[in-house]
C-alpha cells in the first residue's frame, strides 16, 4: 500500500521544483546573475562571453589590480578582444569586485581559480578550498555552482560537496553543483571558448541538466558525462596525453641529436601518414599553467589508489631534462668555435612557454636561462611578449631590443620561443651562431651555415 505524502513534503517538493524552474527560466532568458571566480586566462574570457549573450556578470577576484582593470574596461588577456571588454563594461554587463559578500546574489558561480602544485609536487587546491569556503558561507537555494579549475578527478564530489553540504541544503534540490572544465588554448585563434566543445558532468541528474542547459547558451557543443568525476579525469587525461607524447618527440630528438639525423625532417616526413600518426613537435621543454602540473594531480590521486601511473612519471623525466640539452647543445656549439660557456654572451629569443602568447609560467625557458647563468654565461633576452620578468632568483629581467648591433654582439643566439613576428631572415643573416630549439628559422633559405636545430 502506498501512502500518501504529508502536505508539508508536498510543499518541500514544490519549493525545491520552484527553484530549479526559476533558475533553468533566469538560464534561458538570459538574465542569470553570473559570477565567476578568479578572471585570468581562464576566468575573463569567460566572462566575456556570458555578458556577450546578455547575462549580467561579476568577475570576483583577490587581485585588486585585474578588479581595476576590468572596471575600467582595460584588456590584459590576449585572447579577450579589446573592444569587447570594453563595450560589456560600459554597458554595466560586465564589472568585478574584490568583495565576496556579491556572490550572494548570484544565481550561477563559475570557479576558475588556479590549481599549482606545492613543492613536493602535490596538488594545491587551497585556492579551491578557499573559493569553496566564500561560497559555503553564502550559498542560497537556486544556485549553479560549477567549477572549472583543472583538477584531480574526485575533487568536486570530496572537497566541494561536502563543505557546501554543511549548510544544511540539499545538492540536485536546493543548488546545484557540476563540474565542468576550461580547454582554452591561449593564443588559438581557430578554437576559443565558444567552439571548443565543453564536457560537463554534474553531482545529480538535475545538477547535470541544469549546467548543461547553462553552457549551452553560449557555447556550440556541450558533451553531458556521468559524473564530475569523468568530466575531472577526461580534462587530466587530455593533458597527460600532450604530456606524453611531448616526452615521446622530445625523446626522439634526443636519439636523433646522438645519431646525427635531422628530427624535424623526421617529424614533416611522419606528418604526411593520413592515419594513426598526430603531430607533436620537441622543443627545450613544457610550460605553461597546464602540461608541466595536471598530470602530477592525477598522479597523485593514482597514489590514493595504489596505482603508479608510469607513463607521467616517466613523462615527466624526459620533459624536465629539456633544458639541460639544451644548456649542453650551447656549451657544445660554443665549444667548436673554441669559446666557453662562461663568459659567453648568449642572447635568448623567447621567455613566453609557447608562441604568440605572454604567458611564462612555468616557460622552460626560464630554466633553461638559470642553467646558462649558472655556468656564468652572459645572458640578456628578447621576448616581444614578455618586455619584464622574475628570474629564479627574483632579479627582474627586461626584454632587450631585437637589432643588428644585438645580434651581431652575441656569441651565441638561442631561439627558445617561435614567435610569428620575429624576421627569423635578420635573425640568421646577423647572428654568428643560431641554435634553434623550435625549428622557427625553416623558412630560412639564405645560406645557414651558422644554424644549428635541436
Ligand atoms: N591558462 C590555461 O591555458 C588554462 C586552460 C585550461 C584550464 N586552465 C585551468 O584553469 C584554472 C585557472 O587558470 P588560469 O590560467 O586562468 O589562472 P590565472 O592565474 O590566469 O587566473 C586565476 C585568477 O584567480 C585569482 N584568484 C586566486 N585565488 C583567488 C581567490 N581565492 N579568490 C578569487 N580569485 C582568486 C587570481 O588572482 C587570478 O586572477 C587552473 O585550474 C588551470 O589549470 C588553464
Not at 142 to 161: A, D, H, K, N
Not at 326 to 342: E, F, H, S, W
Request: glycine letters at 6%.
Amino acid at each position: 500500500m502506498t501512502s500518501t505524502p504529508k502536505a508539508s513534503q508536498v510543499v518541500t517538493a514544490l519549493h525545491e521544483l520552484s527553484h530549479e524552474m526559476a533558475l533553468r527560466e533566469k538560464i534561458t532568458t538570459h538574465t542569470a546573475l553570473v559570477g565567476v571566480i578568479g578572471i585570468g586566462y581562464v576566468g575573463l574570457p569567460l566572462a566575456v562571453e556570458k555578458a556577450k549573450v546578455g547575462y549580467r556578470v561579476v568577475g570576483f577576484d583577490r587581485n585588486a589590480i585585474r578588479v581595476a582593470q576590468v572596471n575600467q574596461g582595460s584588456n590584459y588577456i590576449r585572447d579577450v578582444d579589446d573592444d569587447e571588454l570594453a563595450k560589456m563594461v560600459a554597458n554595466e554587463r560586465l564589472t568585478a569586485t574584490t568583495d565576496f559578500a556579491g556572490l550572494a546574489n548570484c544565481d550561477i558561480i563559475i570557479i576558475c581559480v588556479p590549481t599549482p602544485l606545492t613543492q613536493n609536487k602535490d596538488p594545491d587546491i587551497s585556492y579551491i578550498r578557499n573559493v569553496g569556503g566564500e561560497i559555503a558561507r553564502r550559498l542560497r537555494p537556486g544556485q549553479l555552482i560549477c567549477l572549472e579549475s583543472t583538477t584531480y578527478p574526485g575533487t568536486t564530489e570530496e572537497v566541494l560537496l561536502p563543505m557546501f553540504a554543511q549548510t544544511g541544503l540539499k545538492v540536485g534540490h536546493d543548488y546545484f553543483l557540476a563540474y565542468s572544465p576550461e580547454r582554452v588554448d591561449p593564443g588559438n585563434k581557430r578554437y576559443t571558448t565558444k567552439n571548443t566543445n565543453k564536457v560537463v558532468g554534474g553531482v545529480t541528474a538535475t545538477c547535470l541538466s541544469v549546467a548543461t542547459s547553462f553552457y549551452k547558451q553560449t557555447i556550440l557543443e556541450v558533451l553531458a558525462l556521468s559524473s564530475p568525476k569523468v568530466a575531472e579525469m577526461t580534462k587530466v587525461f587530455e593533458n597527460t596525453f600532450r604530456a606524453v607524447n611531448i616526452a615521446l618527440v622530445n625523446e626522439m630528438a634526443l636519439l636523433c641529436d646522438r645519431m646525427g639525423i635531422n628530427i624535424w625532417e623526421v617529424i614533416d616526413a611522419a606528418a604526411t601518414k593520413p592515419f594513426g600518426m598526430m603531430r607533436f613537435d620537441p622543443g627545450p621543454g613544457v610550460g605553461g599553467h597546464c602540461i608541466p602540473l595536471d598530470p602530477f594531480y592525477l598522479n597523485w590521486k593514482a597514489r590514493q589508489y595504489d596505482f603508479h601511473t608510469r607513463f607521467i612519471e616517466l613523462a615527466g623525466e624526459i620533459n624536465n631534462s629539456m633544458p639541460y640539452f639544451v644548456r649542453d647543445k650551447v656549451a657544445r656549439a660554443l665549444n667548436l668555435k673554441g669559446l666557453p660557456l662562461k663568459g659567453s654572451r648568449i642572447l635568448m629569443l623567447g621567455i613566453a612557454y609557447k608562441k604568440d602568447i605572454p604567458d611564462w609560467r612555468e616557460s622552460p625557458a626560464l630554466k633553461v636561462l638559470e642553467l646558462l647563468a649558472q655556468a656564468e654565461a652572459a645572458v640578456d633576452y628578447h621576448d616581444p611578449f614578455v618586455p619584464s620578468f622574475q628570474d629564479a632568483h627574483g632579479r627582474t629581467r627586461h626584454s632587450i631590443p631585437l637589432t643588428e648591433k644585438t645580434l651581431g654582439q652575441s656569441d651565441c643566439v638561442l631561439i627558445t620561443t617561435d614567435h610569428s613576428q620575429t624576421d627569423w631572415d635578420f635573425v640568421v643573416r646577423h647572428a654568428p651562431l643560431v641554435i634553434d630549439t623550435r625549428n622557427a628559422t625553416r623558412a630560412v633559405r639564405q645560406p645557414r651555415d651558422n644554424v644549428i636545430l635541436l
